[in-house]
């Protein structure tokens, strides 16, 4: 019998509570695996043989916390400090014939573990009695932890019938926790790919973002792709996976796999930020390459203007998948601008250029680079180095320049309220235009970045400028 120690002080709150009540408490769940990794978590799960509700609410006396009931699942949560209890009765569940949901009843304790998601998932801590400590794992959850392995503790087929979305967290899971999917779920998940459909947009979506904000999100997405999964749950990257062939002249072209090459930039990515959106924005960066891809002999495969078209793209998937909308124009810009900094390597670029990236990129110009910089997954040291370094010149004329122009929140020195004031206009498209004149002369360097010589240049093309716009205006 393996016994861990029960140190936490809450913990100890909580079993002496027990105690008193005559309750056989235990720890479940995701708190368990954690804490025989070694990283117990502030959130934990228990479950009493009986009511959860009822300790839950004697519980919530003792402490002098409110506990937060719901009814229509059988739990109950507690927030005591920042750590977050949530209790539950144990409860099996049967299957009648021909029935795809099972009916959910009060239960014993194995029957409460048997029914989860994966083994390392469905072990129990005694909290309290004299065998407290005790690891109760029926399903040898212990030995899959050291195995670094995901397996289900039922057949499969009945663990992800029970809820499809379990699929979705096969793959969440190898990902956070770098385990091994057994090749039995791998097998399942294939067959059974198509019951996701009845899973909500928005858990796939919590879920899918979840395996994103792993420490190594390549081995979810693999995951997904080879059991088919991700054809449904996301199409346009499912299509990233393949590699185009020719043969012209006895020469042979192929342009690399797009996915796996953008796994790896999802990858370096997540090694050096934890901002979930750029992950994202790395996740999409290639994502219109597939649309336009072109062969052209002598020169072989390009994909002119994925980057503006993965942009647009991001509108309709960000609907679809029901993410936060506040962040589509982010991953937007990211996808948009992420080839632009290889562009201006050349000794060559003007600062009008460089002014440009500058102004577009905005408060996302470190981010952007952090996506550039994650995009190099070249074998080649060498040539690694020489792409690093590139960037890095990039920077110091960005540096430059800014200092230089003092660009760091550039927008026109003249307001929009001041032009309609010395246009006679009214709020109007003439009055972006002016705006926008004023900018575009500073950024191409035709007047500096001041007051004074903004003001002078709209006085020089104000009127010219909405004459044309006048004469526009009555052709339509």
């Known amino acids: ?51 959860g509700l009822e300790f839950a609410e004697l519980v919530a006396r003792e402490l002098r916390v409110k506990p937060i009931i719901f009814e229509r699942f059988g739990t109950a949560m507690l ?77 499969p087929v009945i663990t992800y019938s029970d809820d499809p979305l379990r699929m979705m967290r096969a793959a969440r899971f190898a990902a956070q926790l770098q385990f091994q999917l057994d090749p039995d779920s791998y097998d399942a998940i294939s067959q059974m790919r198509e019951r996701i459909s009845i899973v909500s947009q928005e858990r796939i979506t919590a879920e899918f973002l979840k395996l994103l904000q792993s420490s190594q999100p390549s081995i979810g997405l693999a995951i997904l792709l080879k059991t088919g999964l991700l054809e449904l749950v996301f199409p346009e990257v499912h299509r990233l996976e393949g590699v185009d062939l020719m043969n012209v002249g006895g020469i042979r072209y192929a342009h690399k796999n797009v996915f796996w090459h953008t796994l790896k930039v999802v990858d370096n990515a997540a090694a050096v930020s934890d901002n979930l959106y750029l992950r ?39 609907r679809r998948m029901k993410l936060p909308m506040k962040q589509k124009e982010y991953v937007e810009k ?82 929009g309220e001041q ?12 009055v972006g235009i002016l705006k926008t004149a004023i900018e575009d002369a500073i950024l191409e360097g035709r007047i500096p970045n001041e007051y004074d010589a903004a003001l002078a240049y709209l006085l020089e093309i104000k009127d010219e400028m909405m004459e044309v716009g006048k004469e526009v205006g009555n052709r339509k």
């Open 280 to 318: 994202f924005a790395a996740l999409m960066h290639d994502v219109a390459k597939p649309k336009t891809k072109k062969f052209r002999e002598g020169i072989g495969w390009s994909f002119h203007g994925h980057e503006e078209i993965g942009a647009r793209w991001q509108e309709r998937i960000f």
């Open 334 to 415: 990211l996808v948009r601008l992420h080839h632009r900094p290889m562009a201006l390597v050349d000794d060559g670029v003007t600062d009008s250029a460089i002014r440009r990236l500058i102004v577009d990129a905005g408060e996302d110009l470190d981010d952007l680079f952090i996506l550039c910089r994650a995009d190099i997954t070249s074998k080649d040291p060498q040539r690694v180095k020489k792409y690093l370094k590139n960037y890095d010149g990039v920077i110091e004329r960005i540096q430059e320049v800014r200092e230089k122009d003092r660009l760091r929140a550039f927008q026109s020195p003249v307001r």
């Open 79 to 155: 927030m005591v400090g920042e750590t977050q209890i949530e209790f539950v009765g144990t409860r099996k569940e049967e299957y009648l014939p021909d029935s795809r949901k099972p009916i959910v009843t009060e239960g014993t304790l194995l029957d409460d573990l048997r029914r989860r998601d994966f083994t390392v998932n469905a072990m129990a801590i005694r909290v309290n009695g004299s065998s407290t400590g005790e690891i109760i794992d029926h399903f040898d959850g212990l030995g899959d932890l050291e195995r670094k392995l995901l397996r289900t503790p039922l057949d």
């Open 1 to 51: 019998m393996k016994k861990v120690s029960i140190s936490h002080p809450i913990l100890q709150q909580l079993s002496n509570i027990a105690e008193r009540h005559r309750k056989e408490i235990y720890l479940v769940g995701g708190y368990v695996r954690d804490l025989l990794l070694g990283n117990p978590s502030h959130d934990i799960d228990i479950t009493i043989e009986g009511s």
């Open 419 to 430: 032009i309609m004031e010395l246009c006679g206009l009214g709020p109007s498209k003439m």
